[in-house]
């Protein structure tokens, strides 16, 4: 089973701020595999990344997403207010599809 | 609109059975692969099972291996997920979700709780 480790556990950051979410497989992911969601309360998860690097139909440019092997990152470049959620990291080149723990992006 | 909309949760006593059903529309069902996610209260995501358009190839989770059945039926457009032998630790919100690149689609989710 490929482990998906996310850090920070919580980020705390202003509006108008980069924000940088690491996600660390703990064997080689393929990148074409290699998904980002992002949750908010009481709402489905909903697809920013695909393919590691790739935006989901509809997301904004802020958001981007880069890294192969074991590590990958999910950059955004300016939150908006909006942004403030729980972000996911999700493989599912190899069953079991793993997620990663998330990471809670909150308002500082 | 594409849509997957869930049915089937509520309570049941530990040792229990359920059926979820997921019901696609808006696209053609029978030409994706499809999954259960599940994500207990306050908790993470956790990916529960997996299977083909064919219903060839299907995966399962160790949590819920021997205890939950995938299956779906192209000519109704639904996906469903037999759960038996329920425990506590099974009580969480169930989504279903299309694979197509990444998971693009997701249903709202259907809350099953495992209690006496």
């Known amino acids: 089973e490929i482990v998906l480790t996310q850090s920070p556990g919580t980020l705390s950051l202003s509006p108008g701020e980069r924000a940088t979410l690491s996600c660390r497989a703990s064997?080689?992911?393929?990148?074409?595999?290699l998904l980002w969601y992002q949750q908010k309360p009481g709402q489905a998860p909903r697809l920013l990344i695909y393919?590691?690097?790739s935006r989901a139909t509809g997301i904004p440019d802020r958001f981007s997403g880069s890294g192969s092997g074991t590590d990958f990152t999910l950059t955004i470049s300016r939150l908006e207010p909006e942004d403030f959620a729980v972000y996911y990291c999700?493989?599912?080149?190899?069953?079991?599809?793993?997620f990663g723990q998330g990471t809670k992006l909150e308002i500082k | 609109e594409v849509q997957l909309v869930e049915s089937g949760g509520g309570l049941v006593q530990p040792g229990g059975s359920l059926r979820l059903s997921c019901a696609a529309s808006?696209?053609?069902?029978?030409?994706?692969?499809m999954n259960w996610v599940r994500q207990a209260p306050g908790r993470g995501l956790e990916w529960v099972s997996y299977i083909s358009s064919s219903r060839s190839t299907i995966y399962y989770a160790d949590s819920v291996k021997g205890r939950f059945t995938i299956s779906r039926d192209n000519a109704k457009n639904s996906l469903y997920l037999q759960m038996n032998s329920l425990r506590a630790e099974d009580t969480a919100v169930y989504y279903c979700?299309?694979?197509?690149?990444?998971?693009?689609?997701w249903g709202q989710g259907t809350m099953v709780t495992v209690s006496s």
């Open positions: 808006g696209f053609t069902f029978s030409a994706y692969g």
């Open positions: 999700q493989q599912y080149g190899s069953p079991p599809y793993t």
């Open positions: 064997q080689s992911v393929s990148s074409n595999y």
């Open positions: 979700a299309r694979r197509n690149i990444g998971f693009d689609i």
């Open positions: 393919g590691a690097s």
